[in-house]
RNA sequence: GUGGUUGUAGCUCAGUUGGUUAGAGCGCCUGGUUGUGGCCCAGGAGGUCGGGGGUUCGAAUCCCCUCAUCCACCCCA
């Protein structure tokens, strides 16, 4: 039936596709510890106010992507559209503001109303990292090499990427100042949005994708040459470690990312095979308005999209884990074989032993490709002739063969390696 | 939010200029073997043709609305 019983954006992930996402989970995991990175798990939902502090009022996804609700204690809340700013909330008022490292990583769904294409679900997952309190050119440089060790772990290659300085905040500041007053000059020729964005968001016009627009910008003079001294030489630092870590890296002067939290260093990671969402993986050095904490939260940070992940690797024809196939289905033939195979199902399992019973009443033939169905590696058939004789017959369902195994010597069959 | 695309069986899809009981492949069930899967053969079950309204003697087919899908814009992971 064609009637999806589905909120818009959001889709199952099935017994089937749950092998690789273990697969890209599973690597995570590893490689980021290998950096010195533990897994961590906020709340998927958190006060609203946390959002619109953390990533600013003025960006796309607070203003109209979030999923936002009142409780029944009247409560502001929302399901969380990225991860950095729960962690940061969670770090807020720990020594992570002296400049102590807190090395996290997270996975889970995250969530924004937007309309669905090739690689955008208003449920999606993201795999982040988070570096807290590490403020260094290298803690930035080392995200990025493990951003890109990780891809290649995973066997996705072909991607990009790209790398971009915000300045300082108080650069931006003054940098928005000098944006704005040369762009006023030519803004009946900018596009609607940027027009709009010239007000509140001036830096969104840098990368619109409007050719006036981008034409203009094209003709303004490099933003970077306005910053301070110290922000142009943290960004040649940064890219000093890249070279040594050799990392291949491309300088973007118009990557400037939609949240507010960034300053400093921003990357972003593109690949070719996954339609017009093309970023498999953003993030930069930021600092974290948290509410309730006098000071932002510093740090350094990417999240990865999963599901891009897994267009990424299909797109690159790479190979999937496999299902795990069931070690034993039980054949019963009657009443009392069912009773006898429930029993030892039991001492099976028990056992480390992955065992199926049928509990219905199937014929053989109904039992025996029930057992196909599930790959299943053994078949263990039993009757009232078994039963009598204190056995049970074991086929081998590869190779077809059989044999009979006393009851009693059941374990002593090694069926995880096929003997 | 805007635009386009598609919506027929569990799945992938046919269905000619509107015309009688809407089809195929795969899957599923049963039988061909008293208690033996996969391959083959025979048979069978399964469809509010996304939903609502309209035009018509008659609509899966034409018109309107709606919902959903996919894609693009936008935004970002």
């Not at 510890?33 to 006060?47: D, H, S």
């Not at 300082?168 to 000059?185: G, Q």
């Not at 870590?245 to 095979?273: I, N, P, Q, W």
Request: some cysteine; hydrophobic content about 35%; charged content about 25%.
């Amino acid at each position: 039936m064609a009637t999806t019983f589905l909120p818009p954006g959001t889709s199952d992930i099935t017994p089937e596709e749950i092998p690789q996402w273990r697969f890209v989970e599973n690597a995570a995991s590893r490689i980021f510890q290998l950096y010195g990175y533990l897994e961590m798990r906020t709340p998927v939902m958190e006060f609203t106010e946390l959002f619109q502090r953390g990533i600013g009022d003025e960006t796309d996804v607070v203003k109209k992507e979030m999923y936002s609700f009142e409780d029944k204690g009247g409560r502001g809340l929302t399901l969380r559209p990225e991860g950095t700013a729960g962690i940061m909330r969670s770090f807020a008022g720990t020594d992570v503001m002296n400049g102590n490292e807190r090395r996290v990583f997270y996975m889970g769904p995250m969530f924004r109303g937007e309309k669905p294409a090739a690689g955008r679900k208003r449920q999606f997952h993201q795999i982040g990292v988070e570096n807290a309190g590490g403020v260094s050119t290298l803690a930035d440089a080392e995200s990025m090499a493990m951003l890109a060790q990780y891809l290649d772990e995973i066997g996705i290659t072909g991607y990009s990427l790209l790398i971009n300085t915000r300045g300082s905040f108080e650069d931006r500041i003054a940098a928005e100042v000098l944006l704005r007053e040369k762009l006023s000059k030519r803004s009946n020729e900018l596009c609607d949005d940027c027009k709009e964005r010239l007000g509140r968001n001036v830096w969104r016009v840098i990368d619109c994708k409007n050719p006036n627009c981008s034409a203009i910008v094209d003709e303004l003079p490099d933003i970077t040459d306005s910053f301070s001294a110290e922000s142009r030489s943290y960004f040649e630092e940064v890219r000093g470690h890249l070279d040594k870590m050799g990392l291949e890296y491309t300088v973007d002067s118009k990557l400037v990312r939609g949240l507010d939290y960034y300053a400093h260093t921003v990357f972003e990671v593109t690949h070719s095979g996954l339609g017009a969402q093309n970023s498999l993986a953003g993030g930069g050095r930021y600092e974290v308005p948290v509410p309730g904490s006098k000071r932002p939260v510093p740090g350094v940070g990417f999240a990865l999209g999963v599901e891009r992940l897994l267009m990424a690797r299909e797109s690159l024809g790479a190979e999937n884990p496999h299902l795990r196939k069931l070690d034993v289905y039980m054949i019963s033939l009657g009443a009392a074989a069912v009773d006898a195979n429930v029993i030892m199902s039991m001492t099976l399992r028990k056992a480390g032993i992955s065992t199926v019973v049928c509990g219905g009443d199937k014929s053989m033939k109904g039992q025996m490709r029930a057992a196909n169905r599930l790959s299943a590696r053994f078949a263990l058939i039993r009757g009232d002739q078994e039963l009598e004789r204190g056995v049970v017959v074991c086929k081998n369902m590869e190779t077809s063969e059989q044999r009979e195994i006393p009851e009693g010597e059941i374990l002593e069959f090694d069926f995880r390696t096929r003997r």
